[in-house]
């Protein structure tokens, strides 16, 4: 799948009708879903969120969530329906992501989220992939970013959708963490160049 041009996920704007119109304007463009938490899925009807048949196969499913088991348990869920890929969201700020202890806030807890994609890509039929910010906090963003990418990549992870800045998850709200601090584009690109290796 070429990820040249990818429409982000963003909460309440890329519900499937705007995806339509994305699909629309560019055949190229890889989609996202909303950030759908697993319990959602789990809970409800999984036709109720997951229900894809709109848009082409470029449609990425992103899952948010920290627990192993319900995020195995959607992902199990999602094989029947028609994404591309699923994705497990590491970069939303929301105080109320933050306080379901997923999101962002997970980069500081790299085991968490290596069992958390483990399970996911045991029962997936896609490919599992993650969004990541630069750091957050005080998540030091040269050498713990490294780390981190580097361990992922260890367990099969090869796709990772960069936020090209660190989040601020205190003081801040979600508008402000897509504008503060600046944008860092060389950072990413050293991943990038990271990865290659």
């Known amino acids: 799948m ?7 996920p963003m909460m309440r704007r890329t519900d499937r009708h705007f ?3 994305c699909s629309l304007l560019s055949s190229e463009a890889i989609l996202f879903t909303e950030m759908i938490h697993a319990n959602a899925i ?5 036709e109720k969120f997951l229900n894809n048949s709109d848009v082409s196969n470029s449609t990425v499913l992103q ?9 195995r348990e959607a992902t199990f869920k999602s ?15 929301s105080p109320k992501v933050q306080s379901g202890n997923f999101g962002a806030v997970l980069m500081k807890d790299l085991n968490l989220v290596k069992n958390c994609l483990q399970e996911m890509m045991k029962v997936s039929k896609k490919e599992v992939s993650v969004k990541i910010r630069l ?10 970013l490294d780390d981190f990418i580097f361990e992922l990549s260890k367990i099969g992870i090869n796709t990772f959708y960069v936020h090209a800045r660190i989040a601020l998850l205190k003081g801040l709200d979600p508008k402000e963490n897509r504008t503060i601090p600046p ?11 990271i990865l290659k290796k």
């Open 79 to 93: 094989n029947e329906f028609n994404y591309s890929e699923i994705n497990l969201n590491l970069g939303c700020p």
């Open 42 to 46: 789990n809970r409800n009807n999984p």
């Open 19 to 21: 995806r339509y119109l």
């Open 183 to 193: 944008l860092n584009y060389e950072r990413v690109k050293k991943i990038k160049e």
């Open 135 to 144: 750091g957050v906090d005080d998540f030091d963003i040269e050498e713990s």
């Open 2 to 8: 070429d990820r040249f041009f990818c429409i982000a």
């Open 63 to 71: 899952i948010g969530g920290s627990s192993p088991k319900e995020l």
